[in-house]
């Protein structure tokens, strides 16, 4: 069999380990591998190229994505995937595997549905907001990352007795906000699919507790939450109560990186077994973990609703902070 692997969507830490499983597993079962490099990008242009074991030596413990990602309205056409499915056809590639997020398995799902090309997908996005799966590659990561930061600020806020406002990514899920929130004891949290999150309700959590005695608060505030982005409400914060407060945007510190352990590991179990699946004639499906095992979901589940984060734990936040 000859297959093709791309990374697409925002790059996150273990991609390579997941890379380098794929290239390797294949070679273990005389399967012929290529990069395509910039995602549906590269598909769409034929940009890619064969890989061996060797070319993948020593990005285990890189992030990022030594195929380079990219993102690609084009295959939102239609006639764009069907061009694309073309040119796999001629260059006798008889099935990709595509480590991204919802997105780029939204297009895995359309070509596959559209021109039975054989697909499998590997989560891969900090965002951790897949249908099927507990955990995405790069969350662990961005996690660590995001709450080391966040431990650095808390000396300085706790020193002066300052209000910080931290965003971390996330325009459309809270799970990175969330977990961060909890793992370094942050006094609130404001995520886009949280019900009770409103302006007042963060004046008057802070509120309490200022009379319980708090002289210094984290808020981490996700990318896309609807009370608006940390600028946003610090600004509103300052005009309305003249608070010395200050504001730090996380940014892509957060997808970059070495991948973490679990990362790693995942990157290389899915990566293995998404060829070994594609080798016994697997159609269409993307590979996940639920309850610490490894699964594989029909491809078609991403057009399912996301995950969302757990309401107690947004809840466990006020509560942790008393
Ligand atoms: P992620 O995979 O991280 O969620 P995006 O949502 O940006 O990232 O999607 C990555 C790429 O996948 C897009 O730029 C586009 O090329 C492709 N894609 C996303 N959604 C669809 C869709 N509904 N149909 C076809 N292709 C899609
Ligand atoms: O999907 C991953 C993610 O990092 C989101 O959390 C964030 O909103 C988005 O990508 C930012 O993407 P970029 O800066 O690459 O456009």
Redesign the pocket.
């Known amino acids: 069999m000859r297959l093709g692997v791309l990374t697409s ?4 830490p273990g991609m390579n380990a997941a890379i380098r499983a794929v290239v390797r597993q294949a070679d273990a079962l005389n399967h012929e591998v290529y990069g395509i490099y910039r995602g549906y990008q590269g598909l769409l242009e034929g940009d890619w190229a064969p890989m061996v074991s060797r070319s993948c030596a020593n990005i285990l413990q890189r992030g990022g994505t030594i195929l380079h990602t990219d ?1 690609c309205p084009e295959f939102f056409r239609p006639e764009c995937r069907a061009e694309a499915a073309e040119r796999l056809r001629k260059a006798g590639i008889e099935a990709l595997v595509i480590i991204g ?1 919802d ?1 780029s398995f939204r297009g895995a799902e359309a070509l596959h549905r559209e021109h039975g090309i054989r697909c499998a997908g590997i989560p891969g ?3 951790n ?1 897949l249908p099927g799966t507990d955990r995405t590659l ?1 969350f662990d990561t ?1 996690l660590n990352t995001a709450v080391e930061a966040i431990d650095r600020i808390r000396d300085t806020a706790s020193s002066h007795g300052r209000l910080f406002l931290v965003e ?6 809270g799970m ?1 906000a969330v977990h961060t929130a909890i793992a370094c004891g942050a006094e609130a949290v404001l995520y886009p699919e949280s019900p009770d999150d409103t302006y007042e309700a963060l004046v008057s959590q802070l509120h309490a507790n200022w009379i319980r005695g708090k002289r210094s608060s984290i808020v981490v505030v996700a ?2 939450d609807g009370v608006g982005s940390a600028m946003a409400v610090g600004d509103r914060l300052k005009r309305d109560y003249g608070m010395d407060l200050r504001v730090v945007v996380l ?2 510190v ?2 970059g990186g070495s991948p973490s352990a679990m990362d790693r590991i995942w990157g290389s179990r899915w990566g293995a077994e998404a060829v070994r699946r594609l080798g016994a004639g697997e159609r269409a499906f993307y590979l996940g973990e639920v309850a610490g095992a490894l699964v594989a979901q029909p491809m078609a589940k991403v057009l399912e609703p996301r995950p969302v984060p757990p309401r107690e734990l947004g809840a466990l936040v006020g509560v942790l902070a008393r």
Do not use: C, N, P
């Open positions: 969507g925002g790059d996150a993102r997020g997105g996005t900090i965002d907001d790069g961005a971390v990514m996330g325009r459309s899920s990175l990318e896309g940014g892509h957060q997808r």
